[in-house]
């Protein structure tokens, strides 16, 4: 959530500078690059954490929800990264899309 609330503000300033019209593609490239990184960092750290963690829980009296909670952040995680493969792909589209609406024919 965090990283999502960095990057609406992000956009929302950009908005506030009145700069959306021109700059909006290149402020929305950059902004979901870093979500990605962002989010590819997670992951690692996640993945990379969880066997450890998991071992140690695995004797904790109440295991199971600890492991539940593990498995939900994992799960959030790949869903953002795939969520934001989507959006990339959108732009991406667009912003070819727009380069040929600009080109004369």
Do not use: W
Not at 11 to 31: G, H, K, L
Not at 56 to 71: P, S
Not at 76 to 91: P, S
């Amino acid at each position: 959530m965090a990283i999502y609330a960095a990057v609406t503000n992000q956009i929302i300033a950009q908005i506030e500078q009145n700069v959306f019209d021109e700059d909006f593609i290149d402020v929305t490239s950059r902004v979901f690059s870093e979500m990605r990184l962002m989010t590819e960092g997670a992951i690692i750290v996640y993945e990379e954490d969880t066997q450890p963690l998991c071992r140690l829980v695995h004797d904790a009296a109440d295991n199971n929800t600890i492991l539940n909670a593990l498995n939900d952040i994992g799960t959030a995680l790949y869903a953002l990264r795939t969520n934001i493969r989507q959006l990339q792909e959108a732009h991406h589209k667009e912003v070819l899309r727009q380069m040929a609406a600009r080109k004369p024919l």
